[in-house]
């Protein structure tokens, strides 16, 4: 008896899948995959609550999402493009947030970028950021004035060497924020490319970044004053990453160095 109420209850349960196969012209069911970080991302951004600073970039096989903002003040400076860290989102609340919106009240376009949640080392993730990169150069808004790139975390890496090899992507000053490499070989490319490019860099970590990320800070520095390269310059940051004063502080050193610079 107790077998018998088992198979009917296995029969009535397999009743709904059946059907939902049937459904499918090719008798195939259809696999619902976990959606990736990147369109979760994509989706948070859409939902942002001032929707006129959501904008796309790119056409069909290349669009990607922005967090756009206009400069504030009366004379154009130029524009900002702000890659946060690897599986952050373009409207991270923490420092980026910050910058983009300090950053337009000295005059700049931003551009906030989500990341790729690929990993960076693969060419595919490389070719993308090459291409986002090239999207954001023909924007009208980036061919006036100056271009200031900011690159936090794993970033620096991909993006440096996107720069190195596409000559053809050029910025006028880079912003390193809290900067680390997967490997020591990553890590010297990191130290040789910054030297090649040319390119002011402000190199900031920041006093509470664990420990691997401040002994690679400490090696850059120790190998741009070897090379005597007076474009790098480094600036550790004092303060809690999460409060909003230290993430004020830093905007206030990107602009203290982009005076030295002559943009304004």
Known sequence: MFKALVLLLLSML??????????????????AFPMSQQRVFDQDLTKYNDVNEVAWLGDKDSRFLTLWREQTTAKVIGTTWIFADTYTSANNPNVIQTLRYQLSDKGLHTYSISPLSQALNSPTAEQRLQVQLGILQEKIVSQDGKRLLILQGANCVAIINVLSQNPEIYVDAIVLLSAHSPTPELAVQLIRQIQQLNTPVLDLYAQTDNLAIIDEAKIRNTAAKRANNSSYRQVEVIGL????????????????????????
């Open 14 to 31: 397999s009743l709904p899948l059946s059907a939902e196969v049937d459904k499918d012209k090719n008798n195939t069911p259809q696999i």
């Open 241 to 264: 990453q999460g409060q909003v004063e230290t993430q004020i502080v830093t905007s206030q050193i990107i602009y203290g160095w982009l005076l030295k610079l002559g943009w304004y």
